[in-house]
């Protein structure tokens, strides 16, 4: 799906309600394409940590404004994230091909490939 509308519309013949119960969660987890126009926007938040801050931030249920009924937000997005990718991938994953540049460590050196793995 490539719009937070048709992910809210899909979560109301879900998980019940109307669309508008649920696309501000929806606008939120999309909300990355406003500084990356393309799918690597999702490597932000469509994986394990991003469902989990959602969590913290919406709480663990949001209430539908529709009929007052709560859904877990974790099963809100967990299929947001399917409808987009297919799978639930972690952070780690989307992270790993992305290379390390000088300019991430600022004033501290990278470790060493034998302190790495002393820190396994």
């Avoid at 048709?6 to 119960?21: C, M, N, P, Q």
């Avoid at 947001?80 to 460590?105: F, K, N």
């Amino acid at each position: 799906m490539a719009h937070a509308f048709y992910h809210a519309k899909s979560s109301a013949r879900r998980f019940g309600g109307v669309l508008e119960d649920y696309l501000k969660i929806h606008q939120w987890m999309d909300h990355t394409k406003a500084h990356l126009a393309d799918a690597r926007h999702r490597l932000v938040l469509h994986n394990t940590w991003g469902i989990s801050l959602a969590e913290q931030i919406f709480g663990v249920t949001i209430t539908r404004c529709s009929d007052g009924k709560e859904v877990p937000t974790r099963t809100i997005l967990e299929q947001h994230v399917l409808e987009d990718l297919g799978r639930i991938p972690t952070l780690e994953q989307c992270l790993s091909q992305v290379a390390l540049e000088p300019w991430m460590y600022r004033n501290a050196e990278p470790l060493s490939k034998q302190e790495e793995t002393d820190h396994e």
